[in-house]
Structure formats: C-alpha cells, structure tokens
C-alpha cells in the first residue's frame, strides 16, 4: 500500500475475496465512491458506511477486512474514497484481501500536485486522465499554473486576446503547446476533479511571468509599446507595472473570473521569480493584489518571494527554493501564516532522475526517487514546525514535456514517494519499505499503459 496507513494490524490467517459481482452497500452520499468495486445493493459483504470514526478527521477511515467481508467506515464521503483506493490498492491481481484491520488519517491537510499548463497545453481530458493516477496514492490538491511569459491558458472574459495569443499556434516552449481551456472546460475540469475529492488550486502568475499577457494587451506595459512573444525557458524579464491603474483594473478582472470558476477555497497569485520587478514596486503591487482573492471569498497562495510583504491573515506560502533557511517564511510561519512545502530540491517532478534521464531539468540538482522520499517537511526549514506545515505539494513545470508520456515518466514512482510524505506518520515511513512496495505497482503501471520511468533504485519484477 502507498501511502503506508497510519495504523495496521493483521490477520494473517484471514482472506476475503472480492470481485466486480460481490455486493456493495454504501449510503446515498457515497454512492458514487461505493462505484466500481462490485455490485451496489441494500446489503452484501461489502459494507461503506458514514459514521463517527474516533477521531481520525474528515479523510481518515477504518477498513476491517474478515472472512465474511470488508467494513468500511468514516466520517465524510472523502475518508470513504481514501479508504476505497486502500482497498483497490490491496485487491489489485486477483482480488484476495488480506485479513485485518486499518485505522488511517493524513498527517497533512494539504496534499498537492502542480501541473503547468503555461509552457505546454494538456487537454482536458489529458488532465482528467492525470487526476484518475493522482488519486491512487490520495492526493488531494490539484495546482495549474495557467499563465506565463510562454502562454495564457484560460479563457477570460472581456479579454480575448489573452486566448487568442497566448493559447494560439506557436506558444509554449519552442512553440510547441499551443491550446488553451475554455472557462466551460475548466468548470468541467474542476467538477471532476471534485467528484474525487480532489480540490483545484489555479494559478495566474504576476507581477513577473506575464509576457503573454503583455503581448495580448500592451497597454499594460510600462510604455504602452508592443512586447514580442517568448517561447524560450529565460524567466525573470517580464513584469506588470505597479504604478498604472490600468494594472488592477486588469488583475481585478483576471482574479474575480476565476474565484467565480473556482469553489475551492485557495487562489494562486504566484509572485515568484520577479527579477525586473523593483522590491519597492514588488511590495506595492501585492499590497493591492494580496487582499483581492479574500475579497472573494478565496485565501491567497503565493510562491514564497510574497512573505516579504505584509500578507493577509489567511494568506499561504508556498516555499520552493532548495534553501535550507528562509527568515522571510520562518517570519511568516510565526505570524500564523501556514506553508506549503515543496522544495525543488526533493518534490519537483520536473527534475532529472540521473544524469542520463532524456527530459527535465537539473538546476536543482537531481532527484532520484529516494531523494524524493527521504525527508521530513516538519523539519525542512528551522522555523516552520509542523503545526505551520499545511501540507506538501509537487510542481511539475513543463518546459522539457511534449505530451502526457512525459508527464507520467516525470511523475511515476516520484510521486507516490510525495504522496507519502504527506500522509504517512513520520515514524511509519521507511524507504527500504517503499521501495518494495513501489516495486508492486510496476506491472500495475505497465498493464494501464503508464509510462514510468524504470528507476534502478527500485528492483522491479520482470517486465
């Protein structure tokens, strides 16, 4: 199983074979959960209920496995569907539950993954397609990064040509991603993703990061003179201007459309890699922008440059750099601010395994999957203790990927090895237990048609 659950006690002597034929009963609300792991009916063997569950919070569950059938419990829908992928997990091959009992909860609220849709478009259905491999190992955040210097990747209304040249032939990195998400198919998106517990998390970057905007409407320069398109990887040259109106009319716009798209409670305003931005001028723009997403009913997420700000209570900060001291996030974490901990260093996906892997960069060093696994997000940063941690989440930037085969190669097994570290209980993770377990899902990947990358830290059956 990945993540390992919290608590296990086995019955070794005990099985319970289940099929798409046994009965399943599970309550109205969790009908849909109850889905696909066998026949639903008023009764049978397998039994989902909604109940109080001691404790374990609103994902955690209770599953007990007997000769006679499979209990079941939790509190909210989403404990229900955590515990339904533990099950999967465990009837994966031919169908023999193993006897016991787990008692499982998350040990961070916030568990995430982030995909770039800026400097390569993936299609609606290509993001369906990765939230149905996210959920195996119980990620619960889904992050888009849907603007950047290289493409705008939603619709807006009342600025169409944020679509039409930012979405259009010839963006993306090397020109080679062009598409974008209509506000239809992002709703779509963000309701499938919902129906598996999985909350969207967009983002439009700014101040920096904003060539494509730039190119569409150039009034938001600094001159009001026409800009180029970038399609190369360079960051740190664009900026909106802090000291135009025009700038908050556009932001405004921008950032009410989405909240209005979006019935998460989070909305990511980036705010990193503002190198063409001065401090002053950076501090000016989120004093007015910071407040906007409460103002809709949304907390603000920023990269962690934006904890040199005043920021809002309720305001997040996602800390990414491979530092091992931050004062500025340490200072926000004493204030109550909570962090999201995805230092690029150990979680982004975008990394090379080795040397030789064809696609990623290594900026941030390499990062084999032990690397990946092996570290504790209470401990990373000295004055971010585990009560300020939200969670942890994996970034995966899309300037080397051309379709989702790259996507999955970047991800899997990484991402399980995340997925861990932010559910499991610190005293239940070991690597030399994940790397076994890891090894199972293999032949798992092979027979869906994920294309993992073979790491040799994993002594994978034969093919």
Known sequence: MIPAPALVVPEPAVTFTISPETAVSAPPAAAAVAAGLGSLADDGPVRLQLTDTDGLGPEGY?????????????????????????????????????????????????????LDLARHFFTPAEIKAHVDLLVQFKINHLHL???????????????PRLTETGGGPGTGCDGAGPGFLTLAEYSDVVA?????????VPEIDMPGHVNAALVAYPELTADGQPVPPRTDAEVGYSSLVAGKEETYAFVEAVLKTVADATPGPYLHIGGDECLSTSAEDYRTFLARVLP??????????????IAAADLPEGTVVQYWRPEEQNPAVDAAAAAGREVIMSPADRVYLDMKYDA???????????????????WD???????????????????????????????QFLTFPRLPAVAEVGWSPQERRSWASFRERVAAFGPRWEAAGVAYFRSPEIDWPAS
């Open 377 to 407: 997000p209470a401990r990373r940063l000295p004055g971010v203790p585990e009560e300020s941690v939200l969670g942890v989440a994996a970034p995966l930037w899309s300037e080397t990927l051309r379709g989702p085969a790259d996507v």
């Open 292 to 305: 906007l997403p409460g103002k809709y009913g949304k907390r603000a997420v920023g990269w962690h440059e």
């Open 356 to 374: 030789s892997t064809p696609i990623g960069l290594d900026w941030a060093g390499l990062v084999p999957v032990e690397r990946a696994y092996d």
């Open 62 to 114: 209770r599953l007990e496995i007997t000769a006679s059938g499979v209990s079941l419990r939790a509190a909210e829908p989403a404990g229900l569907f955590w515990g339904v992928q533990t099950l999967r997990q465990l009837a994966a091959g031919d169908g023999v539950l193993p006897g016991g009992v787990i008692e499982d909860r998350p040990r961070f609220a916030y568990r995430g993954a982030m």
């Open 192 to 200: 499938y993703a919902a129906q598996r517990f999985v909350t969207v």
């Open 145 to 159: 990064h849907l603007t950047d210097d290289q493409g705008w990747r939603l619709e807006i209304p009342g600025w």
